[in-house]
């Protein structure tokens, strides 16, 4: 059991942790940056509001630089610890420049982990080009149709929307880190925000779904943006955990409207009410976001998300085509093969996936290898099928060469990994109970020991 005085507890019944002294250097430093076992501290130099701090690999033998924005209560702490702990710390000394291709924008070891935790200028510029596009849709463009205005007026404000939808989104960032997971969570929660907005009014059948949709988004969308960047810090060390999030919120999204789907073409060739079809869409979705919490507790790397994606289009793919072998007439003889099909690579893609350590851009690249696959399988349309059965089989031999892409691809990619960074990756909560009175020694890097006393009672940690 590790417990760092940075993080808060709550202590419930007689639960009571008694700390001999304050968080360590390391500990602090690894707060902001990820160290792994073998690093050590080899100075600490800050400029302003920017702290760079030199660790030493002593297995890899080498030497790595992070550079990030930090508060003065933060700086004040690591200064203070770093002189009890008799490690170089600097003042006034620059940080690297906007060129440089070290620290917190891009790290000179590719195979350490701070790529997981990078506040590069790529992520900014990926946070603003995406928030500034959807700001300007939402009060230059849906606001105005929504508001009636016509003519002049709406011109204005299209025009108006961009610069100042630019300004908004480069002023929440200046002067901040963004994260990997911060540009995940970004791309995440907003866009099932946009979503919901419109999908609610459609579900209470509402007359004018787009133009109540604009009203709701234009109060979700900033709403959603302030969640994502809390979402994005909470995760910093862990980005994977939003991508998966993301994955099973759009698996569980759709895995209830196929099933609703499916289970109305069995019992009735009628059409389906469409009013349920949004509340199966959100149902699903909150309900695959809360199933990501429990999928592992093991450290999620940012490939596994991606990964199992593919499996699940692969599978649908699949079905799909049973249900051209199937060729029948009944609604329910296309959705129940696609349904299982999808279903089926989902399954397994969560099984399969579900222990691997793949980098971010490894599904990338196996799914621009499912893509190459499919291009070669379509050369054999270019004739042009003559009847249903020659159809059937030209999309055969696509899906046949979309899946041997797809493999040849994730083969010779198999040295992408991620390492697993040192740190706690359980639920932001979790539930601990001491039945005796311990003590846990804790060994800094000078070689002194300090004693943290557990007494008994039951410990709530958030």
Avoid: C
Avoid at 10 to 31: F, H, K, P, W
Avoid at 233 to 256: D, H, M, V, W, Y
Avoid at 448 to 454: A, V
């Amino acid at each position: 059991m590790k417990i760092l005085t940075s993080f808060p507890k709550i202590v419930l019944g007689l639960g009571l942790v008694v700390s001999a002294q304050s968080a360590t250097l390391r500990e602090q430093v690894d707060l902001l940056f990820p160290l792994n076992p073998t690093d050590s501290i080899l100075s600490i130099d800050v400029s302003g509001d920017s702290v760079r701090v030199s660790v030493f690999d002593k297995e890899k033998s080498s030497t790595r630089t992070y550079t990030d924005v930090a508060s003065t209560r933060v700086r004040t702490r690591l200064q203070e610890s770093a002189a009890n702990e008799n490690v170089p710390f600097v003042q006034g000394i620059a940080a690297p420049d906007s060129t440089s291709t070290e620290g917190g924008y891009f790290s000179t070891d590719e195979n350490s982990n701070s790529g997981n935790i990078s506040s590069g200028r790529m992520n900014k510029l990926y946070y603003v080009t995406e928030q500034l596009t959807a700001s300007a849709y939402f009060y230059g463009f849906a606001l105005p149709m929504a508001l009636d205005m016509n003519g002049d007026n709406a011109l204005r404000m299209m025009l108006l929307s961009v610069p100042v939808s630019f300004g908004v989104q480069l002023g929440t960032v200046w002067g901040k880190p963004v994260y990997d997971a911060h540009r995940y969570a970004a791309e995440f929660y907003p866009s099932w925000a946009i979503a919901s907005s419109y999908l609610l009014p459609w579900g209470l059948g509402v007359n004018n779904v787009f133009k109540s949709g604009s009203f709701i988004g234009m109060f979700a969308y900033p709403a959603s943006l302030y969640f994502s960047r809390l979402e994005g810090t909470r995760r910093a060390k862990e980005p994977g955990r939003i991508l998966l999030q993301n994955t099973f919120t759009n698996s569980g999204a759709a895995s209830a409207t196929l099933l609703f789907l499916t289970a109305h073409t069995l019992v009735t060739d009628n059409a389906p009410n469409d009013q349920i079809i949004p509340w199966m869409i959100m149902g699903g979705a909150v309900g695959g976001y809360i199933a990501s919490d429990y999928y592992t507790q093991d450290y999620v790397t940012q490939g596994m998300a991606g990964n199992i994606s593919n499996f699940a289009i692969l599978g649908a793919m699949t079905g799909g085509y049973a249900a051209m072998l199937i060729n029948g007439k009944s609604p329910a003889s296309i959705f129940v093969p696609i349904t299982l099909g999808y279903g089926a690579g989902l399954g397994v893609g969560l099984n399969l996936f579900k222990d691997t350590h793949d980098a971010y851009e490894r599904p990338f690249y196996d799914a621009l290898g499912m893509m190459g696959g499919a291009m070669v399988g379509a050369t054999s349309f270019i004739s042009g099928p003559k009847d249903f059965d020659d159809f059937r089989t030209d999309v055969g031999i696509t899906l046949f060469t979309t899946v041997l892409g797809y493999a040849a691809t994730h083969y010779l990619t198999q040295g992408m990994v991620e390492s697993a960074p040192r740190n706690d990756t359980r639920r932001s909560w979790h539930m601990e109970f001491n039945p005796v009175p311990y003590a846990q020694a804790t060994r800094k890097e000078s070689g002194d020991i300090t004693l943290t006393w557990f007494v008994p009672g039951l410990v709530a940690t958030f």
